[in-house]
Every structure is written in C-alpha cells, then in structure tokens.
C-alpha cells in the first residue's frame, strides 16, 4: 500500500485526472465541492476519531493494514491538533481527511482550522491550507486567507486565480479581465506542494509509530521505513484540494476566426504557468492554456513533449513500471526525491533528478510515442 500511494501521488493521479478533464470539459465542476461557512467565535479541539468509521471506512475495518493506516493518521491528526503550533493544527485539519477517508470536513474541525489561520497571518502556507479547506464554496475564514494571501504573496498567480475563478462564475467581464492581467504580469505559479509535502512529512516523522510500522512491514517490505513519513504525508496531499483550473483554460479559448484580445495576456500567463510552476501539474495547465489560446510555437510544444517524458520516465527512476529496466531501488530513490522536492519545492526538479540518478535521458528520442492523456500540445 504504501508503495502504491508514493507512486501514485507524485503528481501522476492529479495531472492524468483532474487536469485532463479540465481541458476536455472546460465547463465542468468536477474539482470543487460546496461547504458551508464556519464560525470562529467557539473553537473546540476536534474529536479526530469521532465519525472515522462508516462507508469506506467501515469496509477496510476487514483490512488489518488498512485499520492500521488509518489509526495511525487518527493518531496524528490528534496529536497536531493538540499543539501549540498554529501550523501543526492547520496540518491536522488536512491529516483527518486521511483518517476518515473523506473530502468533508465538520465545524469543530473547520473552526480549528479558522483559528489556527487567525493565530498565523503571516504564514502563507497555513493560509494556503486554510483558502484550500473548502471544497468550492469559500469558508469566511478561506475568504480572510485569500485577503491574506494578496498581501503576502502578490507576485504568485496561484492567489490570482481565485479572483478569475470567483468572476468567472459571476459573468463579470470586466473583472475576468483585471483577474488575466494579475495573472499575467505576476512572476510564479506557486501552490505549495513541496512546502506542504516537507510540512507533514516532518510532522509524521515526530510522531512514529511502531505498531504501524511493523504492520507495513507485512505488507510492503521493500519499502523502508524511513520512507514511511513520506508515505503518509502524500497521501495526505492526494487528498488536497486543488484551485479550480477550468475556468482558466475557458477564458482563454479563442474562438475560430475571430480575433482574440485577450491573447497576450493568456499566452503570458500560459508561458508562466509552463515554465514556472512548482509543480508538473501548474505546468501542463499552462501548456493547455497556451493550446486553447493558439498562443503556442513549436518551442512550446517541444517543451510539453519534454515534460511529458520526464514525468512518464519518473515512474521508472522511482522503480516502477515504465520504458526501461534502469530504475533506482525503491526505497532509496523515493527517500532522496522527497529530499529533492523539499529542497528545491519544486517537483519538475526532483523528478529530472531521479532521472539523472537512474541514468536516464531528461529528453525523449525522436520515435517515443507521448501517449498521456493529459493536455499537452501534440499535433493540435
């Protein structure tokens, strides 16, 4: 299992899933899901356990690993959310999702989460969390961490897509068109997954578990348990909310013949996205955006093709299933991506250097086939 999860969630599962339909239905909802506001003014310690049986849950109750995994994300969740540390009790709110393997998130747990964002104004990445904790109608308290946020961190385009978000779904052109420009003119697509990645795998780190440790080892003995930490913390992030992308790509898509004035500003933020987002996720959203705008060039499409190896390839510097037979041991190269990642915060990074690891070439060969189903720029 816990293999499964750290190869599924490098990045993969999101971009093959939500990304694609994005580009394909950009009407669709299907990344947001509604919430309702939470108010701030009684704030209790959530009881994590309370409600983590049920539905799916009750079903793996049959699994003794998987009752194993999940007591052990309850006994986090719980332990974070008894700190003193307004990061670690935003992490908490993130952590039960795990626990109870569900997107929802009950008021005593989204008011912890409100206070923990009050306590910490000046941490991005606790009001990332916070802006990230509803699952697409914004909490009051994700509406104080966008204001945040704007202060904070006025050159990331991730803040900025929520104003093009919000005044796309109100059909205020004006305001679709103030929203392309901050998005254009700012200098990053930032949404803080290696931050969150490093957060919370710090954070399973200070809290090991024996008992869990040994049930893993019954079932996936390859995987050491150094790696554990990392384990738990992507599957956390698998779980994470992402920002609501089709709205980009369908206020950027030109139409046929018709002259298109918002080419300069989509082509700007699509070259942005591709070329400096922090993840291989924000960079195939610009590669579509660039698509749907016709503001691409061969250079463009050579560079999606590029990223697409690189990402296709990863799975076997990691030591999965890929084109080649040359992958790192598992354990070891999953421990040092994670270091990478946490580095550098930036994904695209730590996966060209498993590459390099595994004695792979960063560029694909002229004859290889780009068969991912997500939005790249192939013979558009």
Not at 177 to 205: N, V, W
Request: glycine letters at 8%.
């Amino acid at each position: 299992m816990p293999r499964t999860i750290l190869l599924n969630a490098l990045g993969l599962v999101l971009v093959a899933g939500c990304v694609a339909a994005v580009a394909d239905e950009p009407s669709s909802g299907q990344c947001t899901r509604p919430v309702e506001p939470v108010s701030t003014s009684s704030v209790e310690i959530p009881n994590y356990r309370a409600g983590a049986t049920g539905g799916e849950a009750t079903e793996a109750e049959s699994d003794p690993a998987m009752v194993a995994w999940q007591q052990y994300h309850l006994s986090v969740a719980e332990a974070l959310a008894h700190g003193n540390d307004p990061r670690e009790r935003a992490l908490a709110s993130l952590v039960k999702r795990v626990s109870t393997f569900s997107f929802s998130q009950g008021p005593a747990s989204a008011a912890a989460l409100a206070r923990a964002a009050q306590d910490a104004p000046d941490d991005a990445l606790v009001q990332w969390i916070a802006l990230r904790s509803g699952d697409g109608t914004r909490t009051a308290a994700g509406q104080a961490a966008m204001q945040r946020l704007r202060h904070l961190e006025p050159d990331n385009a991730s803040v900025w897509i929520e104003d093009l978000n919000d005044a796309a779904q109100s059909h205020d052109a004006q305001a679709v068109y103030q929203a392309l420009y901050r998005l254009a003119t700012s200098s990053r697509f930032d949404l803080h997954h290696g931050a969150l990645i490093a957060a919370l795998t710090q954070a399973y780190a200070r809290h090991p578990s024996a008992e869990f440790a040994a049930s893993m080892d019954a079932i996936a003995n390859d995987v050491p348990r150094e790696a554990l930490p990392f384990a738990a913390a992507m599957s956390v992030v698998s779980m994470y909310n992402l920002p609501a992308f089709q709205h980009i790509v369908q206020e950027c898509r030109a139409k046929p013949g018709e002259s298109f004035a918002r080419a300069s500003d989509c082509g700007a933020i699509g070259h942005l996205m591709a070329a400096y987002s922090d993840t291989m996720l924000g960079a195939r959203i610009g590669y579509a955006v660039l698509r749907a705008s016709n503001t691409y060039s061969a250079q463009d499409a050579h560079a999606a093709r590029v990223d697409d190896w690189v990402q296709h390839e990863s799975m076997v510097a990691l030591g999965g299933a890929g084109s080649g037979d040359n992958g790192e041991q598992f354990g070891p190269g999953i421990l040092q991506f994670e270091k990478d990642w946490s580095a550098s915060g930036d994904e695209g990074v730590a996966m060209r250097k498993a590459l390099e690891r595994a004695g792979l070439p960063l560029v694909p060969a002229d004859d290889w086939t780009d068969d991912l189903a997500a939005p790249a720029m192939r013979n558009p």
